[in-house]
Each structure stands twice: as C-alpha cells, then as structure tokens.
C-alpha cells in the first residue's frame, strides 16, 4: 500500500486516491488553497496540471477545482521539485 501524505501547504503537488468525475487515474494536481484556511472544513482548491498546461499563457483561465483533502496524496512539495524529479532514475 502507498504512503498516504495529506497536503499541509499552498503550492505542493498532489495525486487524487480516487480519480475525480470526468478525469483520468493519475492526474496531477497544484493546490491552490491554503489547507490551514479550508473554510467548509472538507475540500481545498487545486488546479490540474494538465488544464495549467493548457492554459500556458493564461493561467488564471485553468480551472480551480474543489477536492476532498483526504482524497490528496503529496507527491512534490513544489512544481520546481516534480519536474525535477522526472530527471531521476
């Protein structure tokens, strides 16, 4: 079983355990909300990685999303720091 790592911090890179409606297992996302300010006390906003690519050159267009935090699992403390790991054998 995978170690499950709840998210703590705006910016950190995140998995969903269970996929979302309409996405694909494995999709990547960038947590947007602060998990220490979540106002209903159950989801935080996050952004696909997949929609910011889409929306290179404006960013503000990709969609925010509302997930269940314990439906996250940290896989980058940062976007520098996931990409970089791609590099790693």
Same mark, same amino acid.
């Given at each position: 079983m995978e170690n499950i790592i709840i998210p703590t911090q705006s910016g950190? $890179?995140?998995k969903t355990l269970i996929?979302? =409606?309409? =996405?694909? =297992?494995?999709?990547?996302?960038?947590?947007?909300?602060?998990?220490?300010? $979540?106002?209903?006390?159950v989801t935080i906003e996050a952004v696909s990685l997949n929609d910011l690519q889409r929306n290179v050159k404006d960013p503000s267009k990709a969609e925010r999303k509302r997930i269940p935090i314990n439906n996250l699992?940290? $896989?980058? =403390?940062?976007?520098?720091d996931y990409v970089a790991s791609w590099n790693k054998a």
């Open positions: 950190q $890179i995140c996929p979302l =409606e309409n =996405e694909r =297992e494995g999709d990547v996302y960038i947590l947007t909300g602060d998990p220490d300010l $979540i106002t209903d006390g699992t940290v $896989i980058g =403390e940062d976007l520098e």
